[in-house]
Nanobody
Framework: QVQLVESGGGLVQPGGSLRLSCVASGFTLDDYYIGWFRQVPGKEREGVSCISSREDGDRAWYGGFAKGRFAISKDNAKNTVYLHMMPLKSEDTAVYYC?????????????????WGQGTQVTVSS
């Protein structure tokens, strides 16, 4: 049974940092693209970052707002993908989801991701 579980969200002040974790089970992490997406009420889900399968070189992509601030990484021994975020801004407030796809074709096409976690809330506020 494929499962993704996110954790690490919370309340942080502007300029602070968080590390989100996505623990995968029921499949081999290296065989999938793992993406991070975020969503706020009333807005479309947007791509934050993605790391490709090992076969495709563990490449990483980032949304324009995330470049230089966020970093995605993978720990195969723990079957976990991380999203390091710093410095955080108030506009980063959202529910963050991780998702898995064999091949999304375009990394931030969320429709191409088959498996999703339940999400973790990130709130950036003073």
């Amino acid at each position: 049974q494929v499962q993704l579980v996110e954790s690490g969200g919370g309340l942080v002040q502007p300029g602070g940092s968080l590390r989100l974790s996505c623990v995968a089970s029921g499949f081999t992490l290296d065989d999938y693209y793992i993406g991070w997406f975020r969503q706020v009420p009333g807005k479309e889900r947007e791509g934050v970052s993605c790391i490709s399968s090992r076969e495709d070189g563990d490449r990483a992509w980032y949304g324009g707002f995330a470049k230089g601030r966020f970093a995605i990484s993978k720990d195969n021994a723990k079957n976990t993908v991380y999203l390091h975020m710093m410095p955080l801004k108030s506009e980063d407030t959202a529910v963050y989801y991780c998702a898995a796809s064999r091949d999304p074709t375009v990394w931030d096409w969320y429709e191409r991701y088959n498996y999703w976690g339940q999400g973790t809330q990130v709130t950036v506020s003073s």
